[in-house]
Nanobody, 123 residues
Framework: QVELVESGGGLVQAGGSLRLSCAVS???????VGWFRQAPGKEREFVSA????????YYADSVKGRFTISRDNDKNTVYLQMNSLKPEDTAIYYC?????????????????WGQGTQVTVSS
């Protein structure tokens, strides 16, 4: 069993920054972590992922160059640094984990999900 807990969301003005954290506990060896977001009335969409061995990163085109995913293995925590935020980044952000490789942009790939953290970007 794996548990994920997100934190770090909040209200920020356009152009600002936030850092989301995803604390992972349980059977966590060699797992990949993805970040997704869901805005009201929209489907959950892929944002970013970090591969099983912590070296390969993946980003949606909409956040490439603005967001950075990273991991602190000592803390079993994955971060999503979000810079140059835009109002369209407003959503609930979720982290998820999987022991499998590849296809990280698909929600069905993931076995465990956190409860989400709200990010609101004002214009």
């Amino acid at each position: 069993q794996v548990e994920l807990v997100e934190s770090g969301g909040g209200l920020v003005q356009a152009g600002g920054s936030l850092r989301l954290s995803c604390a992972v506990s349980g059977r966590t060896s060699r797992y990949a972590v993805g970040w997704f977001r869901q805005a009201p009335g929209k489907e959950r969409e892929f944002v970013s992922a970090l591969g099983r061995y912590g070296y390969t990163t993946y980003y949606a085109d909409s956040v490439k160059g603005r967001f950075t995913i990273s991991r602190d293995n000592d803390k079993n925590t994955v971060y999503l640094q979000m810079n140059s935020l835009k109002p369209e980044d407003t959503a609930i952000y979720y982290c998820a984990s999987t022991k499998d490789s590849g296809a990280y942009s698909y929600t069905g790939r993931y076995d465990y999900w956190g409860q989400g953290t709200q990010v609101t970007v004002s214009s």
